[in-house]
């Protein structure tokens, strides 16, 4: 029952977020990016920018708290990691966790002067909305581990949109 109510709480963030209802896609490849026209690409404008991250968290503490988890809360540290290491992503055109200038996780975070334990770092490059990303993380067993750890409690989220709409996503968990 849980999970139930968890997927419907997803599906109405989503509406949330894109503001408006699209009927699920009969096969998943119609996700991806290949499949994408210019006309379909999720942009974020202004309004989504502030509400984004609100709505990000709340679906994935929906998820938490079907599992019996706490909620997490936003750290402004991880927040300026996850926001730093996005635009880096974007600038040099591939997803992975070292920075351009060498940086691990685990260094961006700490130059924030974040004083918690960093438990992991989801990364995606997509034209997917969030609510799509945070269900790949989900189906992924290393990125669902990060998001559902039970040590977990505190988040940072940041992104980058260039301009042909592909968009650079960071998560960090910490504790």
Known sequence: MRA???????????VMVTGCTVPPPEDEAELRPATRTVASI???????RQEMPSRFL???NVVRDGEGL????FSPEL???AFTHALDMSVQKRPWHFGSDRSSPNSRVETTGFEGELIGENIAESFDTPIETIGYWLENPNTRSNIM???AERAGLGWNQDPDGRIWWVFLVGS
């Open 58 to 60: 709340e679906a994935i």
């Open 149 to 151: 750890h039970a040590g």
């Open 42 to 48: 999720y942009r974020i404008d202004r309004f989504q």
């Open 79 to 81: 927040n300026a990691a």
């Open 70 to 73: 706490n909620e997490l809360q």
């Open 4 to 14: 139930l109510l968890a997927i419907a709480m997803l599906c109405f963030l989503e």
